[in-house]
């Protein structure tokens, strides 16, 4: 059976600007006519099962306005009609974004449900090159993808998406420990440390949310439990409530709107809590657990390691695919004959489609870049 080119798997890593598209728009369309030679392409033959490509997602972001780099550039006025394979007649963004941006729905092994969408003449044309220009399209789209991601401008970009959908900002905080890891790796040293810091930010944060009525019945409240406590010379922690008492009671004349009783209130959370007992602590202890939260999204959704996760995952996928894979026509689809090749996901069978000789020129590629990241 004749492989089509897995145009899906070049999509997957491209992301492309004015400036590459001016470089790569003509060899595309060389390559394109060294092998179409004007004659209408080849219908492909059913290829291997796959997922249909679904349209664009809706949450797939429009074209920014000119200037953010986000919009692909219009191919210059030329007699000769653009081939299908030229970059700006690509949704190459579109699919970069949805790969790199959580706008493709990952399997647990790392694969994909589906690939993105791509035009049905692009499949047609990529399907009529020859294998060595088929290799040729896959390591010009792999080299414009990593001059495109390593500019400043596609980090900034990502950075900015990184900050918006997941809190996650670069403070460069070297080591920073989650909860999750402090309890896989049974540190319990760092499990209470990260537990106390969070007890003081979950009480300074509700303070400074709640309603202010709310918040100066809730004060009034726990002001007279902790008076009852203080004068109780059977109470344990006596010492403590007498010292809630003395910081509560300035905080008495003050409106619950105003930021010092806010800021007073917190103070006194931590120490009921057997917290921090000063405002300088424990503000210093909350800014610094907002940033360690905010640098731990950074770290895991920053650019660098979501092209590791991404590159990883295709070498691991890439590398297990069985090109001799016996196919079956039934009921007008072409079927594995292996029932758990037919439940692969969608890269997997975009690699066999492409055949050995392009998906092992992606692989290279890939585990290049790895050793770089």
């Known amino acids: ?77 030329s007699k000769d009609p653009v081939s299908p394979l030229e970059v700006s007649a690509l949704p190459v963004r579109q699919s970069a974004v949805q790969v790199l941006r959580d706008r493709v729905r ?56 990184v900050k918006g959908e997941h809190h996650g900002v670069d403070h460069g905080l070297k080591g920073v420990v989650s909860i999750e890891e402090a309890v896989k790796k049974n540190d319990l040293k760092a499990m209470e440390a990260i537990q106390s810091r969070m007890m003081v930010t979950m009480a300074v944060d509700q303070v400074q949310s709640l309603p202010a009525a709310f918040l100066k019945e809730q004060f009034t409240q726990e ?3 902790w008076t009852k406590r203080a004068a109780d010379p059977k109470q344990g922690s006596r010492a403590k409530y007498q010292k809630l008492v003395a910081k509560a009671q300035p905080l008495q004349a003050l409106a619950p709107e105003d930021e010092a009783f806010r800021r007073g ?45 991404q590159l990883s995952a295709f070498v691991a996928i890439a590398s297990k695919v069985d090109f001799a894979a016996q196919t079956v026509e039934k009921n007008k689809q072409t079927l594995f004959v292996n029932p758990a090749y037919e439940r692969q996901g969608a890269l997997w069978k975009a690699c066999f489609r492409a055949g050995q000789a392009p998906t092992t020129a992606a692989v290279k590629l890939a585990q290049a870049w790895l050793a770089e990241l």
Not at 31 to 52: C, I, N, R, S, Y
Not at 132 to 151: N, R
Request: aromatic content about 4%.
């Open 1 to 77: 059976m004749k492989r089509q080119i897995a145009i899906g798997l070049a999509l997957a890593m491209m992301v492309a600007t004015t400036g590459v598209e001016a470089q790569l728009g003509g060899l595309l369309r060389k390559k394109a006519g060294e092998v179409l030679g004007g004659k209408k392409p080849a219908t492909p033959p059913p290829a291997a099962p796959a997922e249909t490509p679904a349209p664009e997602s809706p949450d797939t972001p429009p074209p920014a306005s000119p200037g953010s780099g986000d919009r692909v550039a219009a191919p210059a006025a």
């Open 223 to 225: 002001l007279a439990d």
């Open 265 to 309: 209130y917190a103070v006194l959370k931590s120490i009921d809590n057997d917290g921090p007992d000063t405002e300088e602590a424990v503000f210093a202890i909350h800014a610094r657990q907002k940033q360690e939260e905010e640098q731990l999204a950074y770290d895991q959704h920053n650019l660098k390691g979501r092209l590791k996760r």
């Open 106 to 161: 990952a399997r647990p092994d790392g694969d994909w449900d589906q690939l993105p969408y791509i035009p049905p003449a692009a499949v047609a044309a990529a399907y009529a090159l020859d294998e060595s220009a088929q290799v040729a399209l896959v390591e010009t789209v792999g080299a414009a993808l990593k001059a495109m991601v390593t500019s400043a401008t596609f980090m900034a970009e990502h950075d900015t998406f």
